[in-house]
């Protein structure tokens, strides 16, 4: 049975799918003669048209520099780019907009903590903490301050399903970790991490928390205060937002006790030859001109999802999730990748007989894109031993009918391959 | 864009059926490719009578065209001097990456079979990856090759 012969109710809270997908200019075109089926979110999701008019609205009305300016078009500027921070401050329910750092992407939020806040605290013997399932934008800058002060990276298994252990957890942690870095939703197998337990624990042990929601906050509210971590760092190309922008989240208190990473104008109160005193939080550690009109698109984005309402969304994708998990089992010789029983809506897999490149060169023929390779998570693909996996990653302006177009697609690829 | 082009018969053939697969033990040379954008990762064992590649076997894991690409390759290759290993690789890389080649590709016999793939830029590190793989061993370079 598929989409076509079943009542599928296609709806995001009030709103129709149908007419969500009207604001997205982009998925309105035809690949090697097929209608899209964009289902590559979880690398980079698109944009809907309120977005783009606010980036160009931006660039065709009130462009300038920001800070400092005393023109009309700079306290314009300045004000969409202050506006923006506080529209991700309430998105994430910070404290205040002073926790609210940009920064080009989660990758750069990470290395900001790994240069600013650990590394200095680093004795040599001392510990980082991470999951067998981090991508590796939250591997490789630990594993740069290890390098540097002697500390160890610590790296806590996952299952079969490929859930974080809990257990091996428990036993992982202790006196000597300065830090436990988490993915929040995996990227490469799309499993939703029970942070709040991990966090819990954490804190009973007295050891500062960062997660990489860069997967999870386009699916799910995400709440920091409640999550009680002490850094959250996302990107927001993944949430409908432009690419060069991202935010990191920290606690005032630590972000405060913090030197600058990057110095420059902006960052600065007052510069002499014989020194210099830094700027307040936030822009501390904003040095240079920021990207403006990344930030002001990402405000418009916040507003867009805000008014479809999370979870609304979080609810439509696991309708989405559960279609295509059905389906996709029933293609012969495919296996999924990852079965937590909390996922969100990614689904990796491998079929028997084509590797993924093919697969993926063979669906975007028939106009279906997702992504084939390690995912940036080579660790994850040599656990599970493949090199390389297909992941089908949706978002809400995804149909049921668009999953029945990436199934017939897998059954072209195997007529294909023989 | 033809998926046809792309995954011809022989392509398809020499995936599912790869010929000199395996290794040479002992082996006069030996090299190693990788490919980290898709994970493919391949290794040449050679064995040489004077300057002549007299046996030849790849073994490894990959796409269909990568997997067919090296194929193809010791079919080719074997018996060949190595002056004329690197005027077929020459060929070879032109058909493989230039719009505008002159070489016509059945004057490259089963080789020319991989034409379709400059038709899909992504996949050209596929078929390249063997080639140079195969030319390492063959200079004597022990390191790990990649396409990155």
Same mark, same amino acid.
């Given at each position: 049975m598929n989409a076509a012969t079943q009542s599928v109710i296609e709806q995001v809270g009030t709103r129709s799918v149908s007419s969500i997908r009207a604001d997205f200019p982009i998925l309105h075109q035809q690949v090697n003669g097929h209608p899209l089926v964009y289902l590559d979110n979880a690398a980079s999701s698109q944009h809907p048209q309120v977005v783009i008019d606010a980036i160009s609205q931006y660039y065709q009305k009130n462009h300038a520099n920001i800070? $400092? *300016?005393?023109?009309t078009l700079s306290q314009r500027a300045t004000d969409q780019f202050e506006g923006a921070r506080e529209e991700v401050r309430r998105f994430i329910n910070a404290g205040c907009s002073k926790e609210v750092i940009f920064t080009r992407g989660t990758t750069e939020a990470i290395n900001l903590v790994a240069e600013s806040f650990l590394r200095p605290r680093l004795q040599p013997g001392d510990e980082i903490l991470i999951s067998a399932l981090e991508h590796h934008a939250n591997i490789v800058p630990w594993q740069h301050v290890c390098q540097h002060t002697g500390a160890v990276l610590k790296v806590i298994p996952i299952t079969q399903a490929g859930e974080v252990d809990f257990t091996a957890f428990e036993s992982l942690? *202790?006196? $000597?970790?300065?830090l436990l870095a988490l993915a929040h939703?995996?990227?490469?197998? *799309?499993t939703v991490v029970p942070v709040e337990n991990f966090i819990a624990a954490a804190r009973k042990a007295g050891v500062p928390v960062l997660l990489d929601g860069a997967q999870a906050i386009p699916h799910s509210v995400v709440d920091v205060q409640k999550l009680d971590c002490d850094f959250y760092c996302f990107s927001a190309h993944k949430l409908c937002g432009p690419t060069g922008i991202g935010v990191l989240y920290g606690r005032e208190a630590l972000l405060q006790a913090m030197p600058p990473w990057q110095g420059g104008g902006d960052m600065i109160l007052t510069v002499s030859f014989e020194k210099t005193t830094y700027n307040q939080l936030p822009w501390k550690f904003e040095a240079g001109t920021p990207h403006i009109a990344g930030a002001i698109g990402l405000g418009a984005a916040l507003r867009y999802l805000n008014s479809l309402g999370m979870q609304n969304i979080a609810a439509y994708e696991q309708q989405l999730l559960a279609y295509a998990t059905r389906q996709l089992s029933k293609v012969e010789g495919l296996r999924i990748i990852g079965t937590a029983p909390h996922k969100a809506a990614v689904v990796s897999f491998v079929t028997k007989n084509i590797h993924p490149h093919d697969l993926g060169t063979i669906l975007d023929t028939e106009g279906v894109a997702i992504r084939t390779g390690h995912h940036c998570a080579m660790p994850v693909m040599s656990f599970y031993g493949i090199p390389a996996t297909a992941r089908a990653s949706f978002a809400f302006y995804n149909t049921f009918a668009e999953i029945d177009r990436l199934v017939a697609a897998l059954h072209h690829a195997q007529n294909v391959m023989g | 864009m033809d998926l046809k082009d792309l995954y011809r018969d022989v392509i398809v053939d020499h995936n599912k059926n790869p010929r000199n697969f395996g290794r040479l033990e002992p082996a006069d040379l030996h090299a190693d490719g990788h490919n980290p954008l898709c994970g493919d990762q391949l290794s040449v064992t050679v064995n040489m009578a004077g300057d002549r590649i007299a046996d030849i076997r790849f073994d490894g894991s990959g796409c269909a065209i990568s997997v067919a690409s090296a194929s193809l390759m010791t079919e080719a290759v074997r018996g060949k001097t190595l002056t004329e290993f690197a005027s077929l690789h020459a060929r070879v890389h032109e058909l493989l990456t230039q719009h505008d080649s002159s070489i016509d590709p059945v004057s490259l016999g089963k080789l020319g079979a991989l034409s379709g793939v400059r038709e899909f830029p992504a996949r050209v590190k596929c078929a390249s990856l063997c080639w140079h793989t195969l030319q390492a061993a063959l200079q004597h370079e022990t390191n790990a090759i990649s396409t990155e």
């Open positions: 800070h $400092r *300016g005393v023109h942690i *202790g006196p $000597r970790t300065k939703v995996s990227n490469a197998l *799309g | -």
